[in-house]
């Protein structure tokens, strides 16, 4: 990615097809964690409306100034989920196509910034993902209060949702919220944030493996397929020990009269991991939303994320 801006402990960067000027902002901190997750919307008076309706739905919305680089009038917002510690809806935003330095512009007319000649090549910023412990509360409040479709979800055994992929655009999601299972993941936190990258399993995710392995970060989840999405995914955390999706393929949405998809326990882990081998079964385990069995998977080398001990390369 590309660092855009550098002020204090905040680094400001995107992914060479972002059309924004930056898709994620890293501080420095004592802990790992998502402070804000902001989102734009496509008219200025959109803003005070939904500030009506947040505010109707009982949580608070208050204008801001930001604190960033670019950003315009900001609505500062809570939600009914623990994390992030808030959420802001904005219009104005910095393009990329206007920030960009010259020696790092694209000559394709259509895309801000050059593809980076090291590094990983994520094109664009694609979801967010939270653990949260009101996950169904959550997505029922993005959809009545902020618009968003839910496209696919997840019910426990007595039919309860417990998991929601929500979008406003043709993406499967641009945010999900995820009852973890007890043993998994932490409750109440970020799960990953995730960026798109072209090629599918054999392209340019392979190639982001080799270079994460050669940095020896480790790989937590896949390269392996989702059945939601349907997207080729790998998870690794990074040294600040957040955890990130590098998210490629997949199908898009344009039927407007689209449905929502229900998984059920009884199609297994088919929804988190179609396909896989091992790497799936080890992700399946942390975080697959429907418990299927009692299996101690830690005989077949997988372990709840940051429990992992220290392990040896499987043969
Ligand atoms: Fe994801």
Redesign the pocket.
């Known amino acids: 990615m590309y660092l855009r801006h550098e002020e204090g402990d905040s680094y400001y960067l995107a992914a060479y097809g972002d059309w924004q000027d930056f898709t994620l902002v890293l501080h420095e901190g004592d802990e790992w964690g998502c402070k804000n997750v902001a989102w734009k919307v496509s008219d200025e008076d959109d803003l005070e409306s939904y500030q009506e309706r947040i505010e109707e739905s009982g949580y608070d919305a208050e204008f801001v100034d930001s604190e960033k680089p670019g950003i315009g009038n900001t609505l500062r917002f809570d939600y009914p989920g623990a994390s992030p510690e808030y959420m802001e809806l904005v219009y104005d935003v910095a393009r990329a196509f206007d920030t960009v330095p010259e020696e790092n512009r694209s000559r394709l007319k259509n895309q801000p910034t050059r593809k980076p000649e090291q590094g990983a090549g994520y094109r664009r910023i694609d ?1 967010v ?1 939270f653990n949260l412990s009101n996950a169904s509360e959550c997505a029922q409040w993005f959809q009545d209060v902020l618009d968003f479709n839910l496209r696919e979800e997840g019910l426990g055994p007595d039919g309860e949702q417990l998991a929601a992929w929500l979008s406003v655009s043709p993406l499967v999601h641009e945010i ?1 919220f995820v009852t973890p299972p007890e043993d998994g993941n932490a409750l109440d936190k970020i799960d ?1 944030v ?1 960026y798109y990258m072209d090629g599918g399993q054999a392209g340019e995710l392979e190639r982001t493996a080799d270079l994460l392995k050669e940095r020896n970060i480790e790989i937590v989840g896949g390269p392996a397929r989702h059945g939601i999405s349907q997207a080729h995914f790998m998870y690794y955390v990074t040294p600040g020990g957040n955890k990130v ?1 590098v ?1 490629s393929g997949g199908y898009l949405i344009f039927d407007p009269e689209w449905e929502p998809i229900t998984w059920t326990p009884e199609d297994g882990s088919d929804g988190f991991v179609w396909w896989g081998g091992k790497a799936g079964s080890h992700a399946r385990r942390q975080y697959d939303f429907v418990p299927t069995d009692e299996t101690d998977w830690s005989e077949h080398d997988a372990y709840p994320i940051r429990t992992r001990p220290e392990q040896e390369p499987p043969e």
């Open positions: 979801h993902n999900a990953h995730a999706e998210f």
